[in-house]
């Protein structure tokens, strides 16, 4: 029986966090979209970086997979 009433008392402070959890998951996800695509382009910017700096190596015949 007592197990059944903290089964209750779960129930009845835990569900007002989860309707505001799933009422809230789109407002977050809004919100961190601009700085993924900050990530993304950040990423792309490196990699263009890494690829002008290794230029040189690749058409000196080093290129990838050669020891």
Known sequence: MLKFLLWLLLLVFCWP???LAVLLWP????????FRLLGIAV???FA?????ML???RVLG???GRA
């Open 17 to 19: 966090l989860a309707i």
């Open 62 to 64: 080093g290129g990838p």
């Open 55 to 57: 230029l040189p190596a």
């Open 43 to 45: 990423d792309g910017v």
């Open 27 to 34: 407002l977050v996800w809004l919100i961190s979209l601009p």
């Open 48 to 52: 263009f970086l890494r690829s002008i």
